[in-house]
């Protein structure tokens, strides 16, 4: 009873809300950008962080980066939605950052989903980010080079959020017992394990992971005072499936795990046995399908391109049949992929190409490959010299180029000698060959 005879309202936020970091002491994970010893922790720490956009799942603490930078910056924080706001929206943000501005205050402006903003609304933000009107943090779960147009992007540095670990999820769950100011006051008896099923159940959301354990909480035992938290508790908060591998002692990723190294070792039995015990479990036969067709291109590969196909016909005959067949079908699927050679080569080009691309300089396309749909562009020689490989000997015009000249050597597929990558690998000699005895080399 407050002094003025009113009783104070408990804090009726959502736990996942009420323990919300509000610093950088408090904030779990995304320790690739945010350990003490990164730039742009430095930069929070200091309260001069810059604008960015933040790209991730839900729940990995996309809001959360720009409370504890608004926080660390001393600046006043305006949230917008673009799925709820627009021009008119942003200018009313606008004018009151400007008013704070007028009287020595930051405004940090934080646009949840900023994906869903076109292209003109999106422009609406430039001139005053560089102008310092307010710090620009946009947050989204798309890939911003797509969803996002280049002018936001050159002005905004882009940060990727990973899924929480396990781990630092059991940290989150730890961190809301022990400090929420509610919680703390119960006695709660809660296990270790129960608190790792509560992080696996999560996918590497901290929101999800919070909401669980409240939702465990409020079914839980009271005995004597106490807030018990078992098997049972568990069984009707998590995922059924994820409840009968904790219950048996076998975590469910490490049955997911069993079963994909056993299809690329190359074990069909095996593989057969562990997707069984999924399905004893109470596991999503979707789930399975969804991990072949991985392992179609990450293991398999060009070594045997109809797995891909059997893949996704598994899946399909699933969707169209249902469970007694489709289960079956996916039984199908799993021991010919387990059975078929195996090569990682395109995995391997295609993770080694991206990480070029991302970390190379910017190339220029050469001219003689670039599209010259006007006539400006044919008089300033796009397309020029191209040979159009059709009208090739072989159709295949040796000597040719295709990378910028700075990388024209460079090679990533390296097929093996399993399956039909061995006639891969010849026809690519081959073709090698005759580039290097064509007197038609370019560069």
Same mark, same amino acid.
């Given at each position: 009873m407050s002094s003025l005879g009113f009783d104070f309202a408990p804090d009726v936020r959502p736990l996942a809300a009420r323990m919300r970091p509000t610093c950088l002491s408090q904030y779990i994970g995304q320790q690739h950008i945010l350990s003490a010893e990164q730039p742009l922790y430095k930069a929070i720490e200091q309260g001069r962080c810059h604008s960015l956009i933040v790209w991730g799942p839900p729940g990995v603490g996309k809001t959360t980066i720009a409370e504890v930078i608004a926080h660390h910056a001393h600046a006043d924080l305006t949230k917008l939605s673009a799925v709820t706001s627009g021009v008119k929206e942003i200018?009313?943000?606008?004018l009151e950052a400007k008013s704070r501005l007028s009287q020595g205050r930051r405004t940090l402006l934080f646009v949840d989903e900023v994906h869903r903003f076109n292209k003109s609304q999106q422009d609406a933000f430039l001139p005053y980010i560089e102008d310092g009107t307010f710090i620009f943090i &946009?947050?989204?779960t798309e890939n911003p080079s797509f969803a996002l147009n280049n002018a936001i992007l050159s002005r905004a540095r882009v940060y990727t959020l990973k899924p929480l670990t396990d781990d630092e999820l059991v940290k989150v769950l730890i961190r809301a017992l022990e400090q929420d100011e509610q919680l703390s006051k119960l006695d709660i008896s809660i296990s270790e394990q129960a608190l790792v099923a509560l992080a696996k159940a999560s996918s590497g959301d901290a929101r999800k992971a919070l909401n669980l354990l409240e939702q465990a909480i409020d079914l839980a035992q009271r005995v004597d005072n106490q807030v018990i938290i078992d098997e049972q508790v568990l069984l009707h908060v998590l995922p059924s499936h994820l409840a009968k591998y904790d219950k048996g002692g076998d975590l469910y990723?490490?049955?997911?795990s069993a079963f994909h190294k056993s299809v690329r070792g190359s074990s069909p039995d095996a593989?057969?046995?562990?997707?069984?015990?999924?399905?004893a479990?109470? &596991?999503d036969p979707l789930y399975v399908a969804r991990r072949l067709l991985a392992i179609a291109?990450?293991?398999?590969?060009?070594a045997d391109p109809r797995a891909m196909q059997v893949a996704l016909n598994a899946w399909d005959i699933y969707q169209r049949v249902g469970p007694s067949e489709g289960e079956r079908a996916i039984a199908q699927a799993t021991l010919y992929l387990a059975s078929a050679p195996k090569s990682n080569a395109v995995y391997m080009a295609f993770n080694q190409a991206k990480q070029d691309a991302m970390s190379d300089p910017d190339y220029e396309v050469p001219v003689h490959l670039r599209n010259a749909p006007t006539k400006l562009m044919k008089e300033l020689g796009y397309g020029d010299e191209y040979r159009y490989a059709h009208n090739e000997s072989g159709a295949f015009a040796a000597g040719e180029n295709y990378f910028p000249e700075q990388i024209k050597d460079r090679q990533y597929y390296q097929p093996t000698d399993r399956g039909l990558e061995k006639q891969i690998k010849a026809k690519l000699e081959?073709?090698?060959q005759q580039n290097q005895q064509s007197d038609l080399k370019r560069y």
């Amino acid at each position: 009873m407050s002094s003025l005879g009113f009783d104070f309202a408990p804090d009726v936020r959502p736990l996942a809300a009420r323990m919300r970091p509000t610093c950088l002491s408090q904030y779990i994970g995304q320790q690739h950008i945010l350990s003490a010893e990164q730039p742009l922790y430095k930069a929070i720490e200091q309260g001069r962080c810059h604008s960015l956009i933040v790209w991730g799942p839900p729940g990995v603490g996309k809001t959360t980066i720009a409370e504890v930078i608004a926080h660390h910056a001393h600046a006043d924080l305006t949230k917008l939605s673009a799925v709820t706001s627009g021009v008119k929206e942003i200018r009313e943000a606008v004018l009151e950052a400007k008013s704070r501005l007028s009287q020595g205050r930051r405004t940090l402006l934080f646009v949840d989903e900023v994906h869903r903003f076109n292209k003109s609304q999106q422009d609406a933000f430039l001139p005053y980010i560089e102008d310092g009107t307010f710090i620009f943090i &946009g947050a989204t779960t798309e890939n911003p080079s797509f969803a996002l147009n280049n002018a936001i992007l050159s002005r905004a540095r882009v940060y990727t959020l990973k899924p929480l670990t396990d781990d630092e999820l059991v940290k989150v769950l730890i961190r809301a017992l022990e400090q929420d100011e509610q919680l703390s006051k119960l006695d709660i008896s809660i296990s270790e394990q129960a608190l790792v099923a509560l992080a696996k159940a999560s996918s590497g959301d901290a929101r999800k992971a919070l909401n669980l354990l409240e939702q465990a909480i409020d079914l839980a035992q009271r005995v004597d005072n106490q807030v018990i938290i078992d098997e049972q508790v568990l069984l009707h908060v998590l995922p059924s499936h994820l409840a009968k591998y904790d219950k048996g002692g076998d975590l469910y990723y490490d049955l997911i795990s069993a079963f994909h190294k056993s299809v690329r070792g190359s074990s069909p039995d095996a593989a057969l046995y562990w997707y069984c015990r999924i399905l004893a479990g109470g &596991g999503d036969p979707l789930y399975v399908a969804r991990r072949l067709l991985a392992i179609a291109t990450e293991d398999i590969g060009n070594a045997d391109p109809r797995a891909m196909q059997v893949a996704l016909n598994a899946w399909d005959i699933y969707q169209r049949v249902g469970p007694s067949e489709g289960e079956r079908a996916i039984a199908q699927a799993t021991l010919y992929l387990a059975s078929a050679p195996k090569s990682n080569a395109v995995y391997m080009a295609f993770n080694q190409a991206k990480q070029d691309a991302m970390s190379d300089p910017d190339y220029e396309v050469p001219v003689h490959l670039r599209n010259a749909p006007t006539k400006l562009m044919k008089e300033l020689g796009y397309g020029d010299e191209y040979r159009y490989a059709h009208n090739e000997s072989g159709a295949f015009a040796a000597g040719e180029n295709y990378f910028p000249e700075q990388i024209k050597d460079r090679q990533y597929y390296q097929p093996t000698d399993r399956g039909l990558e061995k006639q891969i690998k010849a026809k690519l000699e081959y073709l090698q060959q005759q580039n290097q005895q064509s007197d038609l080399k370019r560069y």
